[in-house]
Structures are given as C-alpha cells and as structure tokens.
T-cell receptor, first 113, second 115 residues
C-alpha cells in the first residue's frame, strides 16, 4: 500500500548529539515536508522540498537540516544547535499543486535526556 | 500572531449528538480551509476542505461551514460516534494552488465522544 513511513517511532538522545529522522514515501509525490508538534500547539513547518535536490526553510528551521537526494526520501537531522528538540515530528507529502491535502506519516517522538 | 485560532481546547459530546468544532482566522487573504483529524501517536489525516467560493461543503457525517464576513468556519459531525474522538486541526491557506508550505494550522481541539 502507498504511504509515508517514518522511523524510528521513538528516539532518545543525549544533549549535544545529532539525530536523524527518516521519512520515505511511495506515493510519487513531488513535495515533502517536516512539521513539529508540541503539546497544545499547532503544526509548525520546519523544512519543505518541492523537488529533488532542492529544499526551503520553513518557520522554525534553526537547529535542523534536511536533504532531498531522492524523490522518495526526505530525512531530517536534529542538530545539537536545536535548543528545545524534544517534540513530536511529522513528515508529510503532497501533490505540489494541491495545497493542503497533506499525507502524513505516523510521526517520530524525540526525547532529549 | 496566531492567524488561525481554535479557542476551545476540548469538547465532550454524547454519542449520536452533534459535534460542532469552531475555528476563527484573522488573515482575510485566506481562501482555502481544511480540517484534519489526529489520533494519539499518529499523523493527522485530511478530513474535509472548503474553498472561499462556497459557504458549505458536506461529506457524509461531516459538514464544514464558512462565514467569510465573520472569518469563521465550523465543522459539524452528525451523528457523533466514539471513533470520532480525536484532536481536530483547522488549517488555512491563501489558495488551493501552490504548495502546502502555505498552510497555517490552528492549535487543535480535542473531541471526546462518550458512548
């Protein structure tokens, strides 16, 4: 079945360590996105990519990095520069010219110890 | 500055009754609105949308109403079922075309439907 796969589902990290969250989609969507959700907050856009080898900063990109070497993959690295990395991270994809109808993965919960 | 507001954090209704979830927005340039549903530890799923050229859109038990003059939209669920218990996010965009990076999400509202 087509969909978006995020891994790992749960991740623990020590302060000062970088961690990479995986996101793979087989929906043949051009656009992919990373969001962060904090308790009582809406979804906030970290990075997005409209095509391979291109990506743009979202509203809260500081302390994060991404790559888009393949259409299917859009990994997110949470660096040690991110001051408050504990959160629920959601990857999504869409047909680019259909704003809003995002397909989300199941999310990855990162906890910094 | 919160452009999309879901002022009530939670709502509890009885099974079979109507659930009404409200959303207000401040940016008059928004003209495409969506509702997403999210279960715990899962990603949100798209529920229903409405363009500003309409004031109502219906899909089964779900209906979204848009009042552009009041900058207000609401999601009605009739009849409510226990499986509808989830967090509902309202989102808005300036246009249905273009990228989803233009989406602005509200903080969400937790709906509980009691058997």
């Amino acid at each position: 079945d087509g969909g978006i796969t995020q891994s790992p589902k749960y991740l623990f990290r020590k302060e000062g360590q970088n961690v990479t969250l995986s996101c793979e989609q087989n929906l043949n969507h051009d656009a992919m996105y990373w969001y962060r959700q904090d308790p009582g907050q809406g979804l906030r856009l970290i990075y997005y990519s409209q095509i391979v080898n291109d990506f743009q900063k979202g509203d809260i990109a500081e302390g994060y990095s991404v790559s888009r070497e393949k259409k299917e993959s859009f990994p997110l690295t949470v660096t040690s520069a991110q001051k408050n990395p504990t959160a629920f991270y959601l990857c999504a994809s869409s047909i680019y010219l259909r704003a809003g109808e995002l397909f989300f993965g199941e999310g990855s919960r990162l906890t910094v110890l | 500055d919160q452009q999309v507001k879901q002022n009530s954090p939670s709502l509890s209704v009885q099974e079979g009754r109507i659930s009404i979830l409200n959303c207000d927005y401040t940016n008059s340039m928004f003209d495409y609105f969506l509702w997403y549903k999210k279960y715990p530890a899962e990603g949100p799923t798209f529920l229903i949308s409405i363009s500003s050229i309409k004031d109502k859109n219906e899909d089964g038990r779900f209906t979204v109403f848009l009042n552009k003059s009041a900058k207000h939209l609401s999601l009605h669920i009739v009849p409510s079922q226990p499986g509808d218990s989830a967090v509902y996010f309202c989102a808005a965009s300036r246009a249905p075309q273009g990228g989803s990076e233009k989406l602005v999400f509200g903080k969400g509202m937790k709906l509980t439907v009691n058997p």
